[in-house]
């Protein structure tokens, strides 16, 4: 039943974040003009009509995931009122409204995660583990606590921590810690020749995570949104700099987004964020899912919705439209390509899954 229960919801899930994108073109082809003749629940083949609403028809279909847009004219430049007859900034709004909303949605997943699980306050550190007879665990520091000073340097950072520990190398030093709201000072000596994969007082650090106003999350998760952006369309370049590995440049399918899916309902049911029973690491995987849609969406890729804004972007530069014949073969040509990698992606997945988030 647990396995079932994951299927639905990331089915609901992953079908959700393709039924926005397709109401993001929908909302836009209304608004500026253009009739769309079909708003469809689900894949075909049609299983009922619901309603009809202002010339669109809004239809029920079989396979229960996603949804689909279809315009008037889209294959016919002649269809007055159609797509491909309105004009280039009508036909360029439409196209990236898909993924924008993808973005938008993304960002407000992001915005709840940060207002109520709160985020990290790099002003301060934290300790997060304390090994075993170490001088930390001499003195009695414990997990939680925020270390304020060390000797005469004040700690408002990593690196601070470091450099002030460095100072005192095989010397007693006063450290000053924050518990429970409560400053406390112990006497710990660091090491000059810790243990293997211990620091010279025997700590592992991190930010303490701290809740934060909408103004900050909406801040936080706009530096979150960019940061992704940027780390994906910079993979081709650091994969051929070698500043990653080919692994960590792998593209994965359903099959492995639904691992990832399911490892973070594990990680929610486990490992709850403290102080809230929202499912964080689905948040954050979904998020990260929906931008990711958005960001393929619009790459330079006929049968995307990048390659039809390339297409446009030809037509404005040579002030010739491409035949309409012309542009559905080269669609067709890179649609079938597109499923057959997607077909070897799902084999990889199934040879080597992907558990991480």
Excluded: C
């Amino acid at each position: 039943m647990a396995n079932i229960w994951t299927i639905l919801q990331f089915v609901f899930f992953f079908g959700f974040l393709v039924f926005i994108h397709e109401l993001g073109h929908f909302l836009v082809a209304k608004s500026v003009g253009i009739e769309v003749e079909e708003f469809g629940f689900g894949y075909p083949p049609r299983l009922t009509k619901l309603f009809t609403w202002k010339g669109t028809e809004f239809t029920l279909n079989w396979i229960p995931f996603g949804g689909f847009v279809r315009p008037k004219g889209e294959a016919d430049a002649n269809e007055p009122g159609g797509l491909l007859a309105a004009p280039r900034w009508k036909r360029f709004l439409v196209l990236v409204a898909g993924a924008t909303m993808n973005f938008l949605f993304g960002i407000l997943l992001l915005v709840i995660m940060f207002s109520v699980a709160g985020g990290q306050d790099t002003s301060k550190v934290m300790v997060a583990d304390v090994a075993a007879e170490s001088p930390a665990a001499v003195a009695g520091l414990q997990e939680g606590d925020i270390v304020t000073k060390v000797g005469e340097y004040e700690i408002a950072g990593f690196d601070d921590i470091a450099d002030a520990t460095s100072q005192y190398l095989d010397e007693e030093v006063a450290l000053t810690f924050d518990r429970d709201g409560k400053l406390e000072t112990v006497l710990v000596t660091p090491r000059s020749n810790p243990p293997k994969n211990q620091g010279a007082i025997g700590i592992t650090i991190t930010y303490p995570v701290v809740s934060l106003p909408l103004g900050q999350s909406l801040s936080q998760a706009l530096r979150t949104f960019w940061m992704q952006v940027k780390t994906t369309v910079m993979i081709p370049y650091n994969l051929i700099k070698g500043a990653i590995s080919p692994a960590e440049a792998r593209v994965v399918g359903i099959k492995g987004i639904y691992d990832m899916f399911s490892n973070a309902e594990a990680m929610d049911q486990t490992d709850p964020v403290a102080g809230t029973s929202l499912p964080i690491y689905r948040f954050s995987l979904i998020s990260m899912i929906s931008i990711a849609i958005g960001i393929t969406n619009l790459l330079p890729i006929p049968a995307l919705d990048g390659g039809q804004i390339l297409f446009l972007i030809i037509e404005a530069i040579t002030r010739k439209r491409i035949p309409d014949n012309v542009a559905a073969t080269i669609n067709s040509v890179f649609f079938y390509a597109l499923i057959l990698l997607m077909i070897y992606i799902t084999i990889q997945d199934f040879r080597n899954p992907i558990l991480a988030p």
